[in-house]
């Protein structure tokens, strides 16, 4: 690969997201963690927009950014929870075997994208456009609402159930003479 | 892939004059802000230093950063650095989207007047928007303390609450032009097809939405000097105070910015072309009706301000989700219907 901007924004990119994911995991304060969670989705979406996702890109921002981790940040504020010491557990035979599965799991996957893609060779001319026209709204908005119509509508169900749920939850005392009062 | 560097040198003198006239703009907002509701209250307002005051801005910073910086004990010293510093950032990335004229020619080169043309320009916003609520949110946890903390949960539900009507009053216009470039839905917008005409409705919902992300009165509830005693910002001092009073300030303008680009024609003149003029002057009278569009709303900023009381925190909740909310859906759905039957008509 020549050395070219593109490159050296990736490494970059790509090194600061993996230092942040495993602070993520470190790091013993919550609030601390999350904030590097934060950095890490910032991360991903830039490197979103070097392969010419901008439409993706955009969207890890808003949902993952600026919605899903403003809630995670604020249940963590409200409970308050401090360093947690407790969360240090000493050796147990259930780490050993995360430890010896999680080897597992990346050997599998790196064996089946060694054999997998390595007699594939791809040939780069149009692919770059190509990527151009699938990065932009209209093109997923087109395939979305034509051959993928019924997975979009199927999730849209399932978000509508999951959000009546959770108003139901939020109900905590279903009173039919006066719903006003609690 | 070759490097142009031409064209990065352009683009950062691009940033470089965008931030210098943003940041004197934040400055001489606060002067106007001041010497604006000093006349509404019949006052006089700040005077004293050099002609008619317009000095004090100079004067106000260097008085701020020679305060002490004070941090509270039991504080977290990096995410309470950390949080003025996201405000100010969000705030001033806002304005790399927002075009301020049509191309102009320098030097034998088509310079676009527009630091980032990028495809998905309204999303941009939206998403640098939402962005916002962390530099509140990070400095009321962080500063320990129970005014801070309650200023910023506020705030971040009000903000929370009034993306969403502001982002479904957006859809109208995305809608209307089938694109997020902010450069072609300015272009759509000659002669009187302003979008304040075209979606009234839209217009207003997004103006209370961007009322309310800016925190400014009737809006305001997370710095209610009454209840919270600065909400927020309560426990900062120094330049890090001045870090949240610029980006409140900075969101003003950029706000005014997006209402003038996305509701108010942007730099389009009516009817400019007709006139023959030469196209160097042409450009530069659209920079000028870009900036006096902005200067006007900026001033509407201010007028509704000293001029309606603040908003009790049910009545905000309240307005937010059961007027605005219902109000944009409205708009939405009116105009993809109006759209459609356009299409095939």
Known sequence: MDLSLISILFVILAVISIFSALMLITRKNPVTSALYLILNFFTVSGIYLLLKAQFIAIIQVMVYMGAIMVLFLFVIMLLNLRDEKNLTESFSFKKLTSVLLSITFFVLIGTTFYFGFSNINPSRQGVEEKTVEIGKATFLGEKLFTEFAMPVLIAGILLLVAIIGAVVLAKKKFDPVSPDKE | ?345
């Open chain 2, 1 to 345: 892939m070759t490097v142009n560097w031409i064209e990065i040198l352009i683009t950062v003198i691009k940033i470089l004059l965008v931030q210098i006239i943003l940041l004197t703009g934040v400055a001489y907002t606060v002067y106007t802000e001041r010497r604006v509701s000093a006349f509404i209250q019949n006052r006089i307002g700040p005077n004293r230093v050099g002609p008619a005051g317009l000095l004090q801005p100079i004067v106000d910073v260097v008085k701020l950063l020679m305060k002490e910086d004070i941090v509270p004990n039991q504080a977290n010293r990096f995410i309470h650095s950390l949080a003025p510093a996201i405000s100010v950032g969000v705030a001033l990335c806002t304005v790399a989207v927002i075009p301020f004229g049509d191309k102009i020619i320098l030097f034998g080169r088509e310079i676009k007047l527009q630091i980032a043309s990028v495809n998905i320009g309204v999303l941009y916003i939206l998403a640098l928007v939402s962005l916002g609520v962390y530099g509140i949110t990070l400095s009321g946890w962080s500063s320990n303390s129970k005014y801070s903390l309650l200023g910023g949960l506020r705030a971040s539900a009000q903000m929370i609450s009034y993306e969403l009507s502001m982002g479904l009053s957006l859809l109208g216009i995305v809608l209307i032009n089938g694109t997020f470039e902010l450069d072609t839905i300015v272009l759509n917008q000659y002669g009187w097809k302003w979008n304040i005409i075209l979606q009234p409705i839209g217009f207003i919902t997004f103006l209370v939405a961007a009322f309310a992300e800016t925190n400014r009165t009737p809006f305001d509830l997370p710095e209610a000097e009454q209840e919270l005693v600065g909400g927020y910002h309560t426990e900062y001092s120094s330049m890090k105070f001045a870090l949240f009073f610029l980006a409140e300030y900075a969101n003003v303008i950029v706000s005014a910015c997006i209402i003038t680009t996305l509701y108010l024609g942007g730099w389009q003149f009516p009817y400019l072309q007709t006139f023959g003029i030469s196209p160097m002057i042409m450009s530069i009278l659209q920079i000028l009706t870009f900036l006096i569009k902005a200067i006007f709303v900026v001033l509407f900023f201010i007028w509704i301000r000293w001029t309606i009381p603040r908003f009790r925190y049910d009545q905000l909740m309240s307005l937010g989700w059961k007027i605005m909310l219902p109000a944009s859906l409205l708009n939405l759905v009116v105009t993809s219907i109006i759209v459609l039957l356009l299409k095939y008509n």
